[in-house]
């Protein structure tokens, strides 16, 4: 069982930036996948990036590649996604989720969620 709690979200204005982190649970982190998915009003949740069990591998969505960056840190059962040049359209409520699979990326599944954060971008 993984419990995670995500932090970092808020308002930024457009061109800004901010790191959203995800706090996990259990002894196990390592040997899970991790990703952050999103989900705008109105609108289905989406994948974001996600990162294999070792850092080694990640893989983003085609709207945030080159601006967000996903990192996790075994040692400190963290995950990180550090969005740069953020745009009113990444407004979204942000959610952390881990996989049993290792070495999973987008195409899940995803097994456990966070309660998710809210970003907001102000144009």
């Known amino acids: 069982q993984v419990q995670l709690v995500e932090s970092g979200g808020g308002l930024v204005q457009a061109g800004g930036s901010l790191r959203l982190s995800c706090a996990a649970s259990g002894r196990t982190f390592s040997s899970y996948a991790m990703a952050w998915f999103r989900q705008a009003p109105g609108k289905e949740r989406e994948f974001v990036a996600a990162v294999t069990w070792s850092g080694e591998s990640t893989d983003y969505a085609d709207s945030v590649k080159g601006r967000f960056t996903i990192s996790r840190d075994n040692a400190k059962n963290t995950v990180v996604l550090q969005m740069n040049n953020l745009k009113p359209e990444d407004r979204a409520v942000y959610y952390c989720?881990?996989?049993?699979?290792?070495?999973?990326?987008?195409?899940?599944?995803?097994?456990?969620w966070g309660q998710g954060t809210q970003v907001t971008v102000s144009s």
């Open positions: 989720a881990a996989a049993r699979m290792a070495l999973t990326l987008r195409g899940g599944p995803y097994d456990y």
